[in-house]
């Protein structure tokens, strides 16, 4: 009984974090294969307006805006496939200007760094996920084995959108832009680049950033959080059965 009093609570908890992070990565997964819903996010936005305005005053390659939203779509899913495969191919990436039938390179070197940094935070987001995957697992023939219960959904509900609407709320009050900063500030490397202007980007251009990325942000809470009470239901399913 004491062994159970002290482990349980721990137990249950490594299994909401693990479930909660499992589904995490599995958004993230079918997000990526959707292109993070560029095309929706395209036009709601009117990226296609803003590059036509923008691209003409570009420091480095004025001839973007002779670029379709077809290509801008394509630009895009290169640079997230790349960032999801250890940051390969990033230096190839070409756009073609329709005026002279030609592909131009891209991305600047600083440009490739920064999604380098990104990269290499997806790939241990995606360990981490993993890691979580193996702990949810563990954690469920652990439940079995010992023959507790595992925790309701309800109980392990409340606390993880207890923690999502506090984080939301302080994003808020703080402003989205000052977070979005802070982050950077905090997790890539001091000698890189990580803000750019429009005018010297055709990353941000074609992404409007940071604007697609709170897109994409509500989106992948969105997506799994439906991810998460679903494994959770099947979860309480599968208990059942074996305990029946």
């Not at 394509?74 to 960032?83: G, P």
Request: charged share 15%.
């Amino acid at each position: 009984m004491t062994r159970k009093k002290f482990c349980l609570p721990l137990l249950s908890c490594l299994y909401g974090f693990s479930v909660w992070l499992s589904a995490l990565l599995l958004a993230w997964i079918l997000l990526a294969q959707v292109n993070f819903g560029y095309s929706v996010w395209y036009p709601l936005l009117k990226i296609d307006q803003f590059v036509q305005l923008v691209a003409p005053h570009e420091f480095y390659k004025p001839s973007f805006q002779w670029t379709t939203p077809a290509e801008h779509a394509r630009l895009f899913n290169e640079i997230s496939h790349a960032i999801n495969h250890n940051g390969d191919g990033l230096a190839n990436i070409r756009y073609y200007n329709t005026k002279d039938h030609i592909y131009e390179t891209m991305l600047s070197q600083d440009e490739i760094f920064h999604l380098q940094d990104v990269a290499y935070l997806v790939r241990q987001g995606q360990w981490l996920g993993i890691g979580a995957l193996f702990v949810y697992a563990l954690s469920l023939v652990i439940f079995y084995r010992l023959k507790w219960k595992i925790p309701s959904i309800k109980n392990t509900l409340i606390p993880f959108f207890s923690a999502l609407l506090t984080i939301i709320s302080v994003i808020l009050l703080l402003g989205p832009t000052r977070v979005f900063a802070q982050f950077h500030h905090w997790v890539f490397p001091v000698a890189h680049r990580w803000a750019f202007y429009y005018e010297e980007s055709l990353m941000s251009l074609i992404m409007y950033a940071p604007k697609v990325f709170g897109y994409i942000a509500i989106a992948l809470v969105i997506l799994s959080s439906l991810l998460f009470i679903s494994l959770l239901r099947i979860n309480q399913l599968i208990y059942r059965r074996e305990k029946e």
